[in-house]
Nanobody, 121 residues
Framework: QVQLVESGGGSVQAGGSLSLSCAAS????????MGWYRQAPGKQRELVAI???????AYASSVKGRFTVSRDNAKKTVSLQMNSLRPYDTAVYYC???????????????WGQGTQVTVSS
């Protein structure tokens, strides 16, 4: 079974930086996207950044220019470098890996347990 384990969460002051990492284990096809979502208290879960095996990436407008997502296909890891953090970035951050296609019998969508990021003023 696929497991995703996040690390790197913590508490920082506004303007600081954190780097999150997610390591995947188990078997899943290579045609996938790995990325990060977050959920703040009382808010919907939202996409933060995602990157495909081919290197195509997408970011939420709220983090564009501040966060950078990267991955290592061989190691099955995805990282999120977060700079210029603001209080509104406070949330639980979840690692995700999913197949690129959903119209497929073997489609999958896996989630990590989440890691807390807290940014204080």
């Amino acid at each position: 079974q696929v497991q995703l384990v996040e690390s790197g969460g913590g508490s920082v002051q506004a303007g600081g930086s954190l780097s999150l990492s997610c390591a995947a284990s188990g078997s899943f096809v290579n045609a996938n996207a790995m990325g990060w979502y977050r959920q703040a208290p009382g808010k919907q879960r939202e996409l933060v950044a995602i990157i495909s095996t081919g290197g195509s990436s997408a970011y939420a407008s709220s983090v564009k220019g501040r966060f950078t997502v990267s991955r290592d296909n061989a190691k099955k890891t995805v990282s999120l470098q977060m700079n210029s953090l603001r209080p509104y970035d406070t949330a639980v951050y979840y690692c995700n890996v999913r197949s690129l296609r959903t119209d497929w019998a073997g489609a999958y969508n896996y989630w990590g347990q989440g890691t807390q990021v807290t940014v204080s003023s």
